[in-house]
T-cell receptor
Framework: EDKVVQSPLSLVVHEGDTVTLNCSYEVTNFRSLLWYKQEKKAPTFLFMLTSSGIEKKSGRLSSILDKKELFSILNITATQTGDSAVYLCAVFYGQNFVFGPGTRLSVLP | NAGVTQTPKFQVLKTGQSMTLQCAQDMNHEYMSWYRQDPGMGLRLIHYSVGAGITDQGEVPNGYNVSRSTTEDFPLRLLSAAPSQTSVYFC????????????????FGQGTRLTVV
C-alpha cells in the first residue's frame, strides 16, 4: 500500500534550536515530494522536491530528497515561536497527492 | 487574487441530511481534489479530477459524490450525512508542471469544518 510516514509526530523545542523533520515514503510512480506548513487553517506550500541531493532553501528552512532511500528531511535552524505549526509531507505519484500524518512542532520562547 | 475559495466555512448537519460543499478556483488549474483532515491522520484524499468531465475516487470516497462540469468548480456532495463524516474538508487545485506531466504544488482553500450530529 502506498504510504507516507513522518517522524517525529510531535516535537517541542526552545527558540534558537535546530530541528530536523523526517519523511519517508513508499509509492509507485513517484513524481515529487512536497512540504507544507499548516497553522490554524489551510496548508501553505514550502518546497517541492523532484531530484535527489539538491537542497532547496528558503531563509531558515531547507529540505533535501533522497530518491534511493525514499526519504526527505526538512531542517529549520534558529527556530522561532512563529515556526510552531504542523509540518506536512506529501508525495505526488501517478495522479494523486498522498499526505503523511504531519509533525506537530511547538517552539517555546 | 482569490485562488481557491471554499464555502461554507462552518456547517452543522443532522444525521441523514445531504449537502454540497462548494469549491471554486480562478487559476485555470486542471487538477482539483477534496481531502478530509482528522486528528492525527493527515489529509486523506476523497475524490479528485484531472479536468472538466473527469473525476475519480481517492482513498476514502464512500458517502461522497463529486462532479466537474467546468474547470473552475468542483463541488463535493454528502449524500446522507453520518457522524463519521465530522471532519475538516479541504479543496485543493494544481496545474500541470509541463514536460514531466507532474502537477505543481497544491493550492488549498481555507477549509470547511463540518459537524454531523
Amino acid at each position: 500500500e502506498d504510504k507516507v510516514v513522518q517522524s517525529p509526530l510531535s516535537l517541542v523545542v526552545h527558540e534558537g534550536d535546530t530541528v530536523t523533520l523526517n519523511c519517508s515514503y513508499e509509492v509507485t510512480n513517484f513524481r515529487s515530494l512536497l512540504w507544507y506548513k499548516q497553522e490554524k487553517k489551510a496548508p501553505t506550500f514550502l518546497f517541492m522536491l523532484t531530484s535527489s541531493g539538491i537542497e532547496k532553501k528558503s531563509g531558515r528552512l531547507s529540505s533535501i530528497l533522497d530518491k534511493k532511500e525514499l526519504f526527505s528531511i526538512l531542517n529549520i535552524t534558529a527556530t522561532q515561536t512563529g515556526d510552531s505549526a504542523v509540518y506536512l509531507c506529501a508525495v505526488f505519484y501517478g495522479q494523486n497527492f498522498v499526505f503523511g500524518p504531519g509533525t506537530r512542532l511547538s517552539v517555546l520562547p | 487574487n482569490a485562488g481557491v475559495t471554499q464555502t461554507p466555512k462552518f456547517q452543522v448537519l443532522k444525521t441523514g441530511q445531504s449537502m454540497t460543499l462548494q469549491c471554486a478556483q480562478d487559476m485555470n488549474h486542471e487538477y482539483m481534489s477534496w481531502y478530509r483532515q482528522d486528528p492525527g491522520m493527515g489529509l486523506r484524499l476523497i475524490h479528485y479530477s484531472v479536468g472538466a468531465g473527469i473525476t475519480d475516487q481517492g482513498e476514502v470516497p464512500n458517502g461522497y459524490n463529486v462532479s466537474r462540469s467546468t474547470t473552475e468548480d468542483f463541488p463535493l456532495r454528502l449524500l446522507s450525512a453520518a457522524p463519521s463524516q465530522t471532519s475538516v474538508y479541504f479543496c485543493a487545485s494544481s496545474r500541470s508542471g509541463g514536460k514531466s506531466k507532474a502537477y505543481t504544488e497544491a493550492f488549498f482553500g481555507q477549509g470547511t469544518r463540518l459537524t454531523v450530529v
